[in-house]
């Protein structure tokens, strides 16, 4: 690449969304070197030919970081040294809100980088009536500004050029003197380091800790100017900014215009006044609730059929052209059956994500998560708790990961222990198979589908568990210190068609290819111990039955059934469910449902898979196809009673609710944590818990 920009701006400038128009598809994820911090990089062509790598820095609102990942722009921005040091900055701001955006920039373009000005989502602001003199902005910050819509591609040709175009040298803003907040310490600070940079060097004193690039000889020397100088970093950065602001206001004064603003409320606002209501707001948001899993069973009821009927189809014509043989049977009963245990949920994980999608696009899930944070707060979580908690429903991994933005590290801590209680889009397949067993379908007032409501009902029992769980983890880990949440609110917007679509896409390949690669390693694992057993079992189970065989008044259909299901008992993987099943006998699970949990511990949707190969190892009912038919029709062998009640259902959802059956999740606490001890206490909480209310949940319901 010939070279490197970096795009920087508040959170909700937009940033995001310019990013991936620069670069489309030419995108990879990786992390800052040494850090646990998310690094995106991709490449563009710019107008004069010459190719350029783009780095979206973290968002931030100003150069003082508040967490983890906002500590990182300064780090990149600092040394020169850096792999992901820019030769352009692209400075992007929400063009409706110009003046709050603009103490970044000026704080970024004090360090003395050649930059571009983006002023992003001009047509929202054109319409809200805000008018922008770019010409006059230019003359006085002294660098290129151009006005782009990253949502609607307007401008972003512009932008290419003007950053093709940009001087080595750039324009300071350097009507803020720094120098006079604390002239002692800069001073030393900059014959140290051999700068002349005085903003530089003041935001040395205020982050040296931050910089690894520092040695530890080096850091000391810094830490001893700040004590030997009295420099006191919070009472100089209240000092800076406020000089900053004032400034600004000077400079913004005729450049922007709003008289269109000056309404008493806009359309947001009044949407607000409802959508956050404490009351209205909360109806509404368990109403939407209400739809989102109502559609989930509604609209994907006909899909799931056409993909069973599928795979059954293919299973049949197999059996019936291929020859009889070991390949045949693992191919069919091993591979096939554990590749329709995964196809068939696209549909429902393809139809939550557009609604998540859908909220996160329109602005309304910034919503759900401001109101959330008034009950986060009264159970000890930060009110940013809300956003990983939320990011749950999809998946805990990244989830846990953006509680990095928590300051206080616990409150981060406890965020971390609760997210994996919220359920998953992993847990999405067990709720959905064991509802349609359990739940009949039928709609309450014509309107609302009891398996829907059941499912809604099972999202929020992990929420209200993990609220619970956060309370009570408030005593266990104290803290006096007291964390604030702050949060903009974006504007409303009509949802990007063409991203719910790329996101359902998305989301239904990474569940078919990396839950998909795990489920088929675990079925075809499984084939093999459940087709194979210890010693001569199996030869005597075919001498048992020979008679029987030869006797051509019999049905030897149903015999052939009875055979392979004493087979499978007397399998490797049946003795490991008969060794496990009087520890989960009391939660009214069998051995099969036994060996489910022991192999879903890799990854909870493989329960689905380990019931689709089991099931059609052990041939089942004649009359059924369907591995949900099998299951529904599967009898106790030592009650008699049907395996799969309205009690036993309940305890396996409660337990897969609560239970940590997820070994990326275990590997991302480590990491986060550095170290065993927080995993472990949080797979032992988490599996006790999922015990007891399995437990409780059976004897009660029995």
């Not at 006079?180 to 060097?201: E, G």
């Not at 739940?439 to 993990?466: R, T």
Request: net charge neutral.
């Amino acid at each position: 690449m010939d070279i490197k920009v970096a795009l920087v701006g508040n959170p909700n400038t937009g940033k995001s969304t310019l990013f991936n128009r620069l670069t489309g598809l030419n995108q990879k994820i990786g992390n800052f070197p040494g850090i646990t911090v998310d690094k995106k990089t991709g490449f563009m062509k710019l107008a004069n030919g010459k190719g350029a790598e783009v780095i979206d820095l973290p968002g931030t609102y100003s150069l003082y970081p508040k967490s983890a990942d906002e500590s990182i722009v300064f780090q990149v921005l600092a040394d020169a040294n850096n792999n992901s040091y820019p030769d352009v900055i692209v400075l992007v701001v929400d063009a409706s809100n110009l003046k709050r955006n603009m103490l970044l920039y000026s704080q970024v373009a004090d360090l003395g980088i050649p930059m571009v000005l983006a002023l992003n989502m001009v047509d929202l602001s054109e319409k809200q009536g805000i008018n922008i003199d770019l010409n006059k902005l230019v003359q006085k910050l002294g660098v290129q500004v151009v006005s782009i819509s990253a949502r609607n591609n307007i401008g972003i040709d512009k932008l290419k050029n003007a950053i093709s175009n940009t001087n080595k040298i750039a324009t300071q803003f350097q009507d803020v003197d720094v120098n006079i907040l604390a002239p002692a310490a800069i001073n030393a600070i900059k014959s140290k380091l051999n700068s002349d940079n005085d903003y530089y060097a003041l935001q040395v004193l205020h982050q040296h800790e931050y910089l690894k690039f520092f040695s530890e000889k080096e850091q000391e020397e810094i830490e001893e100017i700040e004590q030997s100088h009295q420099f006191e970093s919070s009472k100089t950065q209240a000092a800076e900014t406020i000089v900053r602001y004032k400034y600004l206001s000077s400079i913004l004064a005729d450049v922007v215009s709003d008289e269109g603003i000056a309404k008493k409320f806009t359309f947001s606002d009044k949407l607000d006044s409802i959508l956050t209501h404490k009351v209205w707001g909360f109806a509404i948001f368990i109403l939407i609730l209400f739809v989102i899993f109502n559609a989930i069973f509604a609209w994907s009821s006909y899909p799931m059929e056409w993909i069973e009927a599928g795979f059954g189809f293919v299973t049949d014509l197999g059996h019936q052209y291929l020859p009889e043989g070991m390949f045949t049977n693992l191919l069919l009963d091993g591979i096939i059956a554990g590749l329709g245990g995964i196809f068939v949920f696209i549909p429902q994980i393809a139809i939550l994500f557009a609604f998540i999608s859908i909220l996160e696009d329109t602005g309304y899930m910034s919503r759900v998560t401001f109101m959330m944070d008034k009950i986060m707060s009264k159970v000890g979580l930060n009110g940013k708790s809300v956003v990983p908690m939320i990011g749950g429903l999809a998946c805990a991994v990244p989830s846990i990961m953006a509680a990095r933005n928590i300051e206080n590290w616990k409150d981060r801590m406890i965020t971390i222990m609760v997210t994996p209680l919220v359920s998953c889009s992993a847990r999405l397949p067990v709720y959905i198979l064991i509802i349609s067993l359990i739940i009949p379908s039928e709609n309450i007032f014509g309107i609302f589908n009891m398996q829907g409501l059941a499912l809604m009902v099972m999202y929020l029992v992990g929420v209200i568990a993990a609220v619970l769980v956060a309370w009570i983890m408030k005593f266990i880990i104290k803290t006096k210190e007291r964390a604030y949440f702050i949060m903009e609110l974006p504007i409303y917007r009509m949802p990007r068609w063409k991203n719910v679509l790329y996101t359902m896409y998305e989301k239904s390949k990474t569940f078919v290819f990396e839950a998909g690669k795990v489920i088929i390693a675990i079925s075809i694992i499984l084939w093999v111990l459940a087709t194979f057993g210890p010693g001569s079992r199996f030869d005597q189970i075919d001498r048992k039955y020979a008679p029987a065989l030869a006797d051509t008044t019999k049905n030897t259909d149903h015999i052939r059934t009875l055979i392979a299901t004493e087979k499978l008992e007397n399998s490797y993987v049946g003795i490991l469910g008969h060794w496990i099943e009087p520890a989960i006998r009391p939660l009214g699970y069998d051995w099969k449902i036994g060996i489910g949990l022991i192999t879903s511990f890799a990854a909870r949707e493989a329960f689905v898979g380990t019931m689709a190969t089991i099931y059609s190892v052990d041939g089942g009912d004649e009359d059924t196809s369907t591995i949900r038919e099998r299951m529904s029709a599967s009898v106790n062998s030592r009650t008699g009673l049907p395996v799969y009640t309205f009690a036993t259902g309940i305890s396996l959802m409660l337990f897969y609710a609560f239970a940590m059956q997820c070994m990326s999740t275990v590997a991302i606490v480590y990491r986060e944590t550095k170290g065993w001890k927080w995993p472990v206490i949080q797979l032992v909480y988490m599996t006790v818990m999922a015990y007891f209310a399995a437990l409780i949940a059976y004897q009660l319901l029995k």
